[in-house]
């Protein structure tokens, strides 16, 4: 009897462990493609704490998607926790890593590591971090990272790289939740998402020479062809106490225009009551802009005395994200989902969509290279 | 895949013997003699599958968790975002907040979130862990869509002074100590059980940078954690029994960062008080019950980004029930329940109060000797939103005996529903209180198989299989117009699959044998939403593994004593499109004990037991790095 059972038992567990190999055959995630031929970035920040942030390689001119993971498929590691942003530096990429605390920097088009900008000593000769990266820019040689530190101090604090060594080499303290940056010659500007003001910081010197007010909540920048710097502010908002807790706006937001000869702000388009709006982009000739503002894209020239009041189209759900093409004036914009598959899509000038592709999760930002 | 072989192999190979685990719903522990017989709630859940965890495995370290206990002794698979940290369950590829975590008949998963964190959970805490998956298990109340875990501590009467005491030291800072004592005579029972663990987790795990790869020692991991039970029963009279019960749980946890993330200095303090009082009356053919709880469970989270977020309810609910025996064949049992809840929670902006009701009505009729039958019906009531009436209706039949031979059928077909919880109602901004509840509509049928050629060699096997389709699944999305996330009644969900579960005992003499071989296979994908639900149809649900074995052996002589436990796990996906996964994995465990006995009444037993033996490097959850091979060694005084 035990005889018999035993030779059961056995034949038993050797076609259970066949069986568990057969299972552990996990799908094939090799990623065999060539980095070669992306002429657009597409950043991924991925989920918070899953370390999946990836840029995915793209060809405008193809429109085909080249490498889905091209930083883990070229550096054989992953890319780190939230990818906030890419900045493109000639034939360099910066990628801002937010809750890795660093900055992956990869030579392009081949995407291949160069160096990791996360720690360094600071000026009082202790060790420190990058803390809460968000955006980079440069000037003046040297690169620039605004840092939230966390949502609590009253100042954030913008890193200066010497973009030769890769090192921290000054820390500046600005306002409350600086996030996007843009550059006119010798001046740096901030936005001090967290208060009402843009931080302007002299890149010979590297200290803030002036605190521009604009208003509520100033996060999205950019430059337009006559170096006027263009500032979204979002404004304010808060939740009903009573179910189901709608948004109450509280400060609309705001399109602020400032001369960075003077450092004044010649001009506040303010939003209608209840309106806000972000991600302010521009157009190649630097003569548009575009926003978004709930579902819909809004497009308005930098002569424009008014906001526009029809967008130039919508998506139910709106985008997650928004950039132009500036070769071909192309808009790209991804809807947002962050538990599966997301996608983003293309449109003409006129709004019309032209093609759509399916990505990881959603993109927070198209870079254009070359 | 070799390791796998060689892993079980051998241990197979020996087959042979001892008590099987208590797979049955009966409750052996009671004596015959008992004055007052209380009839259990289970016994009005016949035709469903049922697991009792297998207490000596369970205690080998009594400061250990629920999920600890589950991962290692059973194919359920739990969700782990690191040693000691959020351990969710998910039974028969439901959510976590379809699983309802019973102490005593009363429902203990957190209100806010509507799910249990088993690493909160220790397992002595209660004498008797037993899962029963599926909807069936609706005749336990609210949520209990996937199934139901049920923590209890059964009585059992005119035992004297019984108890034990651990030491415990481990790897990476793991230190634990437990006791627990009880005593019974045929009028009193009483039973306190104190546990304490702490441990540094700064176990080494590698990550590639710039640089290659390097080792780093996990960093915020550490936790510290006790708990505090105490059960008395006392007989009134020949009729009466009057119980109390209290279990405190307190557990203080850094939360481990994501390997690649930042370290936030998150940290967590998770704090439960549990009273419960309750009294029977059994008289003839009328058995009366009435039980109040009254439950405070806080859970405060801090780091240096989030700087506080707070979170304090307290749940006081009575529960009354009236059974009534009309034949020998024949009971019936009529219930009901109140729970109100006060919430204070952070992310509420104002305190919040609930009331939630719910009646029921039990049959329960044996036609057969060998026919058990129930139905049950259970309606709730909540504002806002009636949930459906839920019917189960449940059967067991012995189909055949013959010689050691008994083969049983059993079948159910249940509908079951969950109320949405506070956080889903009430979560500001986001929160829906027009969320209708889940519902959920189901049935399973299985054969069990048991053979006892001789006394002492026995074999039982179990097959089941399931469909069940959960309607109006909740589900957090980006809002249509606003920009922030709020949950919906989304989608449709149908798990289906298979479990097979094989126990063999064998006590030939000295040497005693148990060996547990179970499988389970389990398909849940979403089969239809709406158009504005971008997760597609027809795919695997994350962190639902489709294959999952747990093959676990307990060979006794003389003083030794030799477990090992080991797990398969396949690959699970880890966003709704499945295309992301993390790997499958293989793990292994074990302890090797001996008892010394000093005395008829006392007792040593020193154990060493090794965790992950094959020192692999696998993950739960995406980018939470788990320990490489470790230990803990054990010095266990016991007495009776």
Known sequence: MTQRFLSFSARTALILASGLSLWSCDPDDKNDASPAGSNVFIVQEGNFQRSNSEVVGFNSEVGAIINAALFRSVNNRILGDVAQSMTVVGDLGYIVVNNSRKIEVVSLPDFSEKATISTFTNAAGQADTLRLPRYFATSNNKGYVSQTVNYSVPNGLIGVINLTTNQVTKTIPVGKQPEQMAVVGNKLFVSNNGGNTVSVINTLTDVVEATITVADSPASMVVDKNNAVWVMCSGQSTYSSTPPYAPIVTVPGSLVRIDPATNAVTTTLRFAAGQQAGGLRTNGAKDQLFFRRQAGVYRMAITDAALPTAPLFQRRGGFYSLDVDPRTGVIYGSPENFSGTARFFRYQTTGQVIDSFTIGTSANSFVFYK | ?640
């Open chain 2, 1 to 640: 895949m070799l390791a796998v072989a060689i892993g079980l192999l051998p241990t197979a190979a020996v087959q042979a013997q001892r008590t099987p685990i208590d797979t049955s719903a009966s409750t052996p522990h009671l004596l015959p003699t008992a004055v007052v017989e209380a009839a259990r709630l289970s016994r009005y859940a016949v035709g469903s599958r049922r697991t009792t965890l297998d207490s000596v495995a369970v205690n080998q370290l009594p400061a250990g968790t629920l999920a600890e206990a589950l991962g290692r002794l059973t194919p359920i698979y739990l969700k782990n975002y690191g040693p000691g940290q959020l351990s969710s369950i998910t039974l028969r590829g439901t959510s976590a907040r379809h699983t309802a975590v019973l102490w005593n008949g009363f429902n203990i998963n957190l209100p806010t979130l509507g799910e249990a964190d088993f690493a909160l959970l220790p397992v002595n805490g209660a004498t008797r862990i037993t899962v029963q998956p599926g909807p069936a298990s609706a005749v336990y109340g609210n949520g209990a869509l996937g199934g139901t875990v049920l923590l209890s501590s059964p009585v059992q009467w005119g035992a004297g002074w019984r108890g034990q005491a651990q030491g415990d030291v481990g790897n990476y800072g793991m230190r634990a100590g437990s006791v627990e004592n009880s005593f019974s005579n045929e009028k009193l029972a009483l039973r306190t059980a104190a546990s304490y663990r702490e441990g540094q987790n700064d176990f080494p795990y590698q990550e590639r940078t710039i640089d290659g790869l390097v080792t780093r020692r996990q960093t915020n991991a550490a936790y510290r954690q006790w708990s505090l039970t105490q059960d008395a029963t006392l007989r009134l009279g020949q009729h009466g029994e009057l119980m109390g019960a209290v279990w405190l749980t307190d557990a203080d946890r850094r939360i481990q960062p994501g390997i690649g993330a930042a370290n936030d200095n998150a940290q967590e303090r998770d704090q439960s008080r549990r009273l419960l009082a309750g009294y029977r009356h059994v008289a003839g053919r009328h058995e009366t019950g009435v039980r109040a709880a009254w439950f405070e469970d806080i859970l405060n989270y801090r780091s240096n980004t989030v700087v506080q977020s707070n979170s304090r309810v307290r749940t006081s609910q009575v529960q009354a029930d009236h059974s009534l025996q009309l034949l020998s064949t024949l009971s019936v049992r009529v219930g009901g329940e109140a729970q109100h809840f006060a919430a204070r929670v952070d992310g509420y902006g104002q305190d919040l109060t609930e009331n939630r009701f719910s009646g029921y009505a039990l049959v329960r009729y044996d036609p057969l000797p060998t026919l058990r039958l129930t139905a049950n019906f259970r309606q709730a009531f909540i504002p806002g939103h009636r949930p459906p009436l839920a019917p189960t209706l449940g059967g067991e039949w012995q189909v055949w005996q013959h010689d050691a031979h008994t083969l049983l059928l059993k079948g159910s077909a249940a509908r079951s529903y969950r109320v949405p919880t506070l956080n889903e109602r009430y979560w500001r901004p986001g929160g829906n209180p027009n969320l209708l509840p889940e519902t959920s509509l189901g049935y399973e049928a299985g054969v069990q198989h048991t053979f006892k050629p001789t006394p002492t060699l026995s074999l039982a096997t179990e097959l089941t299989a399931y469909r069940q389709q959960v309607r109006n699944w909740v589900q957090w999305l980006p809002g249509d117009t606003v920009s922030y996330w709020s949950p919906r009644n989304l989608r449709r969900v149908r798990a289906q699959g298979a479990e097979l579960s094989s126990e063999l005992s064998w006590q030939p003499g000295r040497y005693a044998l148990t060996a547990r071989v179970a499988y389970a296979y389990t398909q849940s994908q979403k089969v239809s939403g709406y158009t504005f639900d971008s997760d597609p149809v027809g795919v695997q649900l994350p962190y639902v593994p489709l294959h999952t074995v747990a093959f676990t052996t307990r060979q006794s002589w003389r003083g030794w004593q030799l477990l090992t436990q080991s797990t398969f796990t396949s690959f699970r996906y880890t966003d709704a499109s499945a295309t992301t996964f993390l790997p499958s994995y293989f793990l292994l465990s074990g302890s090797l004990g001996y008892t010394f006995t000093i005395h008829n009444t006392w007792s040593l037993t020193a154990l060493v037991q090794g965790f992950n033996l094959t020192n692999l490097t696998y993950n739960s959850y995406e980018a939470r790095a788990m320990p490489p091979r470790n230990g803990v060694l054990s010095l266990r005084v016991s007495w009776r």
